[in-house]
Nanobody, 124 residues
Framework: QLQLVESGGGLVQPGGSLRLSCAASGFTLDYYAIGWFRQAPGKEREGVSCISRRGGSTNYAESVKGRFTISRDNAKNTVYLQMNSLKPEDTAVYYC?????????????????WGQGTQVTVSS
């Protein structure tokens, strides 16, 4: 069974940090660009960041630039999202997704596999 599983979410105070992980099972992430998305209650899903297959190209939403860092360890079949200086407006369910096409320079337009999401809550 092909699936992506996110982990690392939780409750953190403003200014704190979390590291999200996106692990693949049933397939190898080497062949996929990976994107992180988030969806807050009552809002549309938005792209947060993406990384190319070998990790040479990364992109970030303006709202997270300088605070979030995406990385990947293909040997561990895992992609990470390091989130620092978290703000209450970062509260959302975070999803990772894998794209077989595109993503070499810009984020892919379409994704083939999605995880179930992990909740991130930033609150004092």
């Amino acid at each position: 069974q092909l699936q992506l599983v996110e982990s690392g979410g939780g409750l953190v105070q403003p200014g704190g940090s979390l590291r999200l992980s996106c692990a693949a099972s049933g397939f190898t992430l080497d062949y996929y660009a990976i994107g992180w998305f988030r969806q807050a209650p009552g809002k549309e899903r938005e792209g947060v960041s993406c990384i190319s297959r070998r990790g040479g190209s990364t992109n970030y939403a303006e709202s997270v630039k300088g605070r979030f860092t995406i990385s990947r360890d293909n040997a561990k079949n895992t992609v990470y999202l390091q989130m620092n200086s978290l703000k209450p407006e970062d509260t959302a369910v975070y999803y990772c997704a894998a794209a077989a096409r595109g993503g070499s320079y810009n984020c892919p337009r379409e994704y083939d596999y999605w995880g179930q999401g992990t909740q991130v809550t930033v609150s004092s």
